[in-house]
């Protein structure tokens, strides 16, 4: 009995040294997920939320990622700023706090620049779905776009729709916040620079609006009826009501808008109303979604319990921050300086795209002087019988 007790501690001994060896290998990466979860646009922020945990899942189901030749697990912490300024600053810090360098949100532009200070305090670089280009200029670094700008594709639509399509006019419409607003002017130049004839450039509906006819009645009758109507900045929560309230008051034009929209609440509050309306999407339609799209779409489900189709935008974020990560070395986990240095040159094959003919890059350069934005393909979306099909792809530059 008396050598049972050295034994067991020498066991002891070796099992703590394993358990000590083995929480090493399996060092966690902490993202976080700052956005809103709750309100009209919470669809935008639960789709980063889940299109993040979906990409976490599928890593961590093999291991982790491998980065310097060292496995680590990926572990999301998610806080819901309920579209709040100062939620969101309390929000950033709170995260930054923790030592997370990586932060994917916010999503408006009054959030997104409200933590931004925050981001540049601690050394941390978020990822924002926020256009306001002011977040992305030189000296400015701690901030990338996650998305394409709505002022990278209203041209674009519009262009095509004039091009293929026969428009001549176009008004628009905003919700009147900041976001919504800085997106209606920036539409506004870009279709007369077009050549658009702009029939009302300052239509706006308050916050909580559910009876959108005084206002689209005041757009779509008569010869007031523009080619085109934009939703500018619309939430996903209030595009199904503008499209059929439009339609409802015998609107027969084109209907679009430059931010991503969730199929499932178009179908659910407009239904047939919504054929037509075009909007900017991911890679996520079958014509040209990848294996390894598909797999993503599986995980999601698993995650948020049913497929949103705005994470075919959203899928891009933690995929390209872990790549980037793995290019950089495992210095950049917590220095987001040569995070950033590598940037520049990164250049994969789009795994999300069938064909390997995309290329996964941070791109920005013409808007912002610098690489701060996430290469994700310009997909342009068209409602056809409940689903979305893909109109065109366009380029960011």
Do not use: C
């Amino acid at each position: 009995m008396k050598h049972i007790k050295p034994l067991i501690s020498l066991l002891l001994g070796v099992a703590m040294t394993l358990a000590s060896v083995t929480a090493i290998a399996a060092n966690d990466i902490t993202i976080g997920v700052l956005g809103v979860m709750s309100g009209a646009s919470a669809s935008w922020g639960l789709t980063n939320k889940y299109s993040a945990e979906a990409t976490a899942n599928m890593y961590n189901a093999k291991g982790g990622i491998v980065i310097d030749g060292k496995k680590y697990r990926i572990k999301i912490v998610t806080i819901d700023e309920k579209n709040d300024p100062k939620l969101a600053v309390a929000g950033a810090e709170r995260l930054t706090s923790q030592g997370i360098k990586y932060i994917i949100g916010p999503n408006i532009d009054s959030t997104a620049t409200s933590v931004a200070p925050v981001m540049d305090r601690a050394g941390a670089m978020h990822f924002p779905y926020a256009f306001s280009k002011a977040l992305y200029l030189p000296p400015k670094g701690s901030s990338v776009l996650g998305m394409v700008a709505s002022y990278q594709a209203g041209p674009t639509i519009y262009k095509y729709l004039k091009n293929n399509k026969g428009v001549k006019s176009v008004s628009f419409v905003a919700r009147n916040e900041a976001d919504a607003l800085n997106q209606q002017k920036g539409g506004v130049v870009a279709a007369k620079a077009l050549g658009l004839k702009v029939k009302n450039r300052k239509a706006t509906y308050e916050p909580g609006t559910t009876d959108f006819f005084p206002v689209v009645s005041k757009l779509v009758r008569g010869r007031r009826a523009p080619d085109l109507l934009v939703l500018s900045g619309v939430a996903p929560a209030d595009a199904p009501l503008l499209i059929k309230a439009a339609r409802e008051l015998g609107y027969k034009g084109f209907i679009s808008t430059e931010t991503a929209q969730d199929i499932k609440i178009l179908n659910e509050a407009a239904g047939s109303a919504a054929n037509g309306f075009i909007s900017v999407g991911g890679a996520s339609t079958p014509a040209i979604s990848s294996k390894y799209m598909n797999s993503f779409i599986r995980a999601y489900k698993k995650v948020a319990g049913e497929w949103n189709d705005e994470a075919g935008t959203k899928v891009y974020a933690l995929e390209m921050i872990l790549r980037n990560l793995q290019k950089a070395g495992a210095g950049a986990i917590e220095d987001t300086s040569k995070f950033r240095a590598s940037m520049d040159t990164f250049n994969e094959v789009n795994p999300f795209i069938k064909g390997g003919q995309e290329r996964l890059v941070f791109t920005g350069s013409a808007f912002f002087k610098q690489k701060r934005q996430l290469g994700v393909p310009m997909v342009v979306n068209e409602v056809r019988d409940g689903k979305f099909k893909t109109l065109f792809i366009g380029s960011v530059e």
